[in-house]
């Protein structure tokens, strides 16, 4: 058997990212253009703008009363028809639903 497949191997000329929140390292995710914070749990990354909210759902807003072990930061580049987008802010792990933008 020959390793030539291996994606880790693959993937190795990728930039290590480190988390626009804390500094972190980021890890890959399945979604190779996504990476998620190893410290902070922070979403990094870039997204089209039809897959968007697969990861955050930037059309409601979380409970207010939302644990705060459950907010986690996202920085993402949104691919759209007019163009890139950068959006962040924090969201709710369990709904996805944004917690507060920038
Ligand atoms: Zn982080």
Not at 56 to 73: L, P
Not at 74 to 102: A, C, E, P
Request: proline residues 1%; charged residues 30%; aromatic residues 4%.
């Amino acid at each position: 058997m020959r390793g030539g497949n291996n994606p880790d191997t693959n993937t190795e000329r990728e930039i290590n990212m480190t988390c626009t929140a804390c500094n972190g390292r980021t890890r890959k995710t399945e979604d190779i253009q996504i990476r998620i914070c190893e410290d902070c749990g922070g979403l990094i990354g870039t997204v089209r703008r039809g897959d968007l909210h697969n990861h955050v759902d930037t059309r409601n807003w979380a409970n207010e009363d939302i644990e705060q072990d459950r907010v986690r930061y996202f920085d993402l580049k949104v691919l759209g028809s007019n163009g890139v987008v950068r959006i962040h802010g924090w969201y709710d792990l369990d709904t996805k639903r944004i917690v507060q933008m920038g």
